[in-house]
């Protein structure tokens, strides 16, 4: 039977292309260092570059933009500032219903009776801060979890975790609520149905806007949890030999099948390029899809070459 690998496919493809960035950069600095100084160039007057290589410049640096700043916004950073402005919302939602509950409070120790009585209003305003707060919180929860999941085994605590901008909404009003209802045998018919209606109508809104419509399936933790552990494979240990050009993520592979342990070394990724091991293994680090990755890759880089090449040729000759 075939050994299954315990790196997932993205592992590999990342090591692959953080490999060959790293190779071109050896490469680069090395051809630098034995280059002899060259002659001082004469000046001579700028060219002028094609309109079209400007704008494929243009739009080449808008990209390398675009991916350098994404991996910050799907980081560690991103995530826990995500969670704490939440947790932050969460708190002035509480603070929220301690004021409607002083101003309800004050509001029966006057003997308020109509529902537009200031102390009414004061308390509705509490509530409707509570409900905005409330429903901010979640959907800064639920971009968190997007970008980082909840792994647990548990089925409940992932749930719990999941739905906790709809826990916090009833944290937030049933408190209020009950106080609501013990006291509402001082207020008159009209007032009191006005403001358990308004109450009821913010617990709804509230919690249906808080909750996690997306939360992950079992199979998708599951699949999420495989390739988290991959990925910590993948960045703690690789292995190589003395005299191979190839990094593994595989000890048991089969191309180290004949290798003695004493020719057999092993480190961090980092450590395998140091050690000039920059091409991945075909069979446990995703060496044959990467090659062909990069040949796909340098068949499109000829073909815009050409394409721009014979763009300039064609000004060139109209101008």
């Not at 009821?200 to 806007?209: E, I, P, Q, R």
């Not at 990069?294 to 394409?307: F, I, K, R, S, V």
Request: proline residues 4%; glycine residues 6%; aromatic residues 8%.
């Amino acid at each position: 039977m075939e050994k299954k690998s315990t790196v997932s496919d993205a592992a590999k493809a990342e090591a692959a292309k953080k490999a060959a960035a790293a190779k071109k950069a050896a490469a680069a600095k090395k051809t630098t260092t034995k280059s002899a100084p060259a002659k001082p160039a004469t000046k001579s007057a700028p060219k002028k570059a094609p309109v079209k290589e400007v704008a494929k410049a243009e739009e080449v640096e808008e990209v390398v933009e675009q991916e350098t700043e994404a991996p910050a916004s799907g980081g560690k950073g991103s995530v826990k500032g995500l969670r704490i402005g939440a947790i932050i919302l969460w708190v002035l939602a509480i603070a929220a219903e301690v004021g409607a509950f002083f101003a309800f409070s004050y509001a029966i120790r006057n003997g308020a009776q109509n529902w537009n009585d200031p102390e009414f209003l004061l308390m509705i305003g509490a509530l409707v801060l509570d409900a905005i707060f409330c429903i901010v919180a979640a959907q800064l929860w639920k971009k968190s979890n997007r970008i980082r999941p909840c792994l647990a085994d548990s089925k409940l605590v992932r749930t719990l975790w999941h739905q906790l901008g709809v826990i916090m909404v009833l944290v937030c009003f049933l408190p209020i609520g009950i106080f609501l209802l013990a006291k509402s045998d001082k207020l008159n018919k009209k007032t009191k149905t006005i403001l358990i209606a308004i109450l009821a109508a913010l617990l709804l809104s509230a919690g249906t806007a808080s909750v996690d419509f997306q939360q992950p399936t079992e199979a998708e933790v599951q699949q999420l949890q495989e390739e988290a552990a991959a990925e910590a494979d993948y960045t703690g240990t690789v292995y190589w030999t003395r005299y191979g050009k190839s990094y593994h993520f595989d000890p048991d592979c089969q191309a180290l099948s004949r290798t003695s342990p004493e020719n057999l070394f092993s480190g961090t990724l980092d450590e395998a390029f140091a050690a000039n091991r920059w091409d991945p293994c075909d069979f446990c680090a995703g060496g044959a899809e990467a090659k062909l990755d990069e040949a796909a890759a340098d068949t499109t880089d000829t073909t815009d070459t050409t394409t721009d090449t014979t763009d300039t040729t064609t000004e060139t000759t109209t101008d």
